[in-house]
């Protein structure tokens, strides 16, 4: 390839991106507010379960299956949602699975026995197709800088649905009875469906949408070590946060006389953590991904050492546990954006597919990571204990990003030589 030659055709794909850039960017406030819905259903309910338990005259183990299955059906959803979005585009995939959501929600409201209920509730899953879809039309609108920029101000979304969630619900419950949540939530639905309709437009490009099977596609991933690298990151970081939500009622629920209202407003400290690391994440955009990762897992692992530390000296004061724990949100609130815009960059014509994948294996293995944990949990010392635990997932969170800077050096040598004119 000449020079001029080389020029033009980079040129071309600059104008191209650019021109895509400024005419398909939706507004920040339309993929905060997918994202946020994307979550929200995950507990808005939980106030009401006994209530709906008594509705239907049903056993509460039964009930609870509404939280089980929404979460199988919401990591198969990521899982295909995403590929589904790369194949046939990400304005459809998110326009369907809002108007799904929205007959699910009516379903639920509407739901004369516990089957139909169900049924209607693992239908809501539907909604977290939106989850990869945001983030990849961020990805498909701005910069890399700003990117990881944009996709920060979601995630203060993402963490903010599910901390204002319950209680938006239980007041619902408490004043109209538990079905006007499933109808305040097909009407969320509803206006966020307008307002994709209005400002989502489409950003996967048809010739660049894969062509061979779904199964190639994620073979293409599994194979990158740059995609297990993030997926592992975000994987242990989840892991983290699931076995600090197990274990903090065992721990400390002693120090607090058994009050859950107290309980609950310190566990607030962590999610306050996630928006304030998100809130960080976009101050840090300029960055490499690698940096970013690495400073957002020694962050974390310097507070838990730090709780551990305490405990082990004896300290016994509730914010001497709630203080460092609320680095876990700190860290995952860095590591969210500048994780998952390292994944869809690993195969950008499998951004979706990508994303949806990583986020369904992240949830599955911060389950795991957590599960295990659980088996060391015991009343007696279970503050150390769980200091360790925590501090172990949280230390195989830094080794993937000390991993996914070590395999992004020959990644950057590429594109470095690549860029150059010969």
Same mark, same amino acid.
């Given at each position: 390839?000449?020079?001029?030659?080389?020029?033009?055709?980079?040129?071309?794909?600059? =104008?191209?991106?650019?021109?895509?850039?400024?005419?398909?960017?939706?507004?920040?406030?339309?993929?905060?507010?997918?994202?946020?819905?994307?979550?929200?259903?995950?507990?808005?309910?939980?106030?009401? &379960?006994?209530?709906?338990?008594?509705?239907?005259?049903?056993?509460?183990?039964?009930?609870?299956?509404?939280? +089980?299955?929404?979460?199988?059906? @919401?990591?198969?959803?990521?899982?295909?949602?995403?590929?589904?979005?790369?194949?046939?585009?990400?304005?459809? $995939?998110?326009?369907?699975?809002?108007?799904?959501?929205?007959?699910?929600?009516?379903?639920?409201?509407? #739901?004369?026995?516990?089957?139909?209920?169900?049924?209607?509730?693992?239908?809501?899953?539907?909604?977290?197709?939106?989850?990869?879809?945001?983030?990849?039309?961020?990805?498909?609108?701005?910069?890399?800088?700003?990117?990881? @920029?944009?996709?920060?101000?979601?995630?203060?979304?993402?963490?903010?649905?599910?901390? !204002?969630?319950?209680?938006?619900?239980?007041?619902?419950?408490?004043?109209?009875?538990?079905? +006007?949540?499933?109808?305040?939530?097909?009407?969320?639905?509803?206006?966020?469906?307008?307002?994709?309709?209005?400002?989502?437009?489409? =950003?996967?490009?048809?010739?660049?949408?894969?062509?061979?099977?779904?199964?190639?596609?994620?073979?293409?991933? !599994?194979?990158?070590?740059?995609?297990?690298?993030?997926?592992?990151?975000? #994987?242990?970081?989840?892991?983290? !946060?699931?076995?600090?939500?197990?274990?903090?009622?065992?721990? %400390?629920?002693?120090?607090?006389?058994?009050?859950?209202?107290?309980?609950?407003?310190?566990?607030?400290?962590?999610?306050?953590?996630?928006?304030?690391?998100?809130?960080?994440?976009?101050?840090?955009?300029?960055?490499?991904?690698?940096? =970013?990762? %690495?400073? #957002?897992? $020694?962050?974390?692992?310097?507070?838990?050492?730090?709780?551990?530390?305490?405990?082990?000296?004896?300290?016994?004061?509730?914010?001497?546990?709630?203080?460092?724990?609320?680095?876990?949100?700190?860290?995952?609130?860095? =590591? *969210?954006?500048?994780?998952?815009?390292?994944?869809?960059?690993?195969?950008?014509?499998?951004?979706?597919?990508?994303?949806? &994948?990583?986020?369904?294996?992240?949830?599955?293995?911060?389950?795991?990571?957590?599960?295990?944990?659980?088996?060391?949990?015991?009343?007696?010392? #279970?503050?150390?204990?769980? *200091?360790?635990?925590?501090?172990?997932?949280?230390?195989?969170?830094?080794?993937?990003?000390?991993?996914?800077?070590? %395999?992004?050096?020959?990644?950057?040598?590429?594109?470095?030589?690549?860029?150059?004119? @010969?």
């Amino acid at each position: 390839m000449t020079r001029d030659n080389f020029v033009q055709t980079s040129g071309s794909r600059l =104008t191209e991106k650019t021109a895509t850039a400024s005419t398909a960017a939706p507004r920040r406030t339309t993929l905060l507010l997918l994202t946020a819905l994307s979550v929200l259903p995950v507990n808005i309910f939980l106030p009401a &379960l006994p209530n709906i338990a008594a509705t239907f005259q049903a056993d509460f183990a039964l009930v609870n299956l509404s939280i +089980a299955g929404y979460a199988i059906i @919401n990591a198969l959803t990521e899982i295909v949602a995403g590929a589904m979005s790369d194949r046939y585009g990400r304005r459809p $995939v998110a326009l369907i699975a809002v108007s799904i959501f929205i007959v699910a929600s009516i379903g639920c409201a509407l #739901a004369p026995n516990i089957g139909i209920f169900l049924l209607f509730r693992v239908m809501q899953a539907s909604i977290a197709a939106c989850f990869c879809v945001a983030l990849v039309v961020i990805k498909e609108t701005a910069g890399e800088g700003q990117a990881a @920029n944009r996709i920060g101000y979601a995630a203060m979304g993402w963490a903010i649905a599910p901390m !204002l969630g319950p209680s938006f619900g239980g007041v619902l419950d408490e004043a109209f009875g538990w079905r +006007a949540i499933f109808v305040a939530l097909a009407l969320l639905g509803a206006a966020i469906l307008a307002i994709s309709m209005r400002e989502l437009k489409e =950003t996967a490009r048809h010739a660049s949408r894969p062509r061979g099977n779904y199964l190639a596609s994620y073979r293409q991933l !599994l194979g990158s070590p740059r995609f297990w690298a993030y997926t592992l990151c975000m #994987a242990c970081s989840t892991g983290t !946060l699931y076995i600090f939500l197990g274990g903090a009622s065992l721990a %400390v629920g002693s120090l607090l006389g058994g009050s859950s209202a107290k309980l609950g407003f310190f566990m607030g400290m962590v999610p306050a953590g996630f928006i304030l690391g998100s809130y960080l994440a976009t101050r840090l955009a300029g960055k490499s991904l690698s940096i =970013t990762l %690495v400073i #957002a897992r $020694v962050t974390t692992c310097m507070g838990l050492l730090l709780g551990l530390t305490l405990s082990m000296s004896g300290v016994t004061h509730i914010l001497a546990f709630f203080g460092p724990c609320m680095f876990i949100g700190i860290g995952n609130g860095l =590591t *969210f954006p500048a994780a998952n815009l390292g994944v869809m960059s690993v195969r950008a014509h499998l951004a979706g597919t990508a994303a949806g &994948l990583a986020a369904a294996m992240s949830i599955a293995g911060g389950a795991l990571i957590a599960s295990i944990a659980g088996l060391f949990l015991r009343e007696a010392g #279970a503050i150390p204990t769980l *200091f360790a635990m925590l501090l172990t997932s949280a230390s195989l969170a830094l080794s993937a990003a000390l991993f996914a800077a070590f %395999v992004n050096i020959p990644h950057r040598e590429r594109a470095q030589s690549g860029s150059g004119i @010969n």
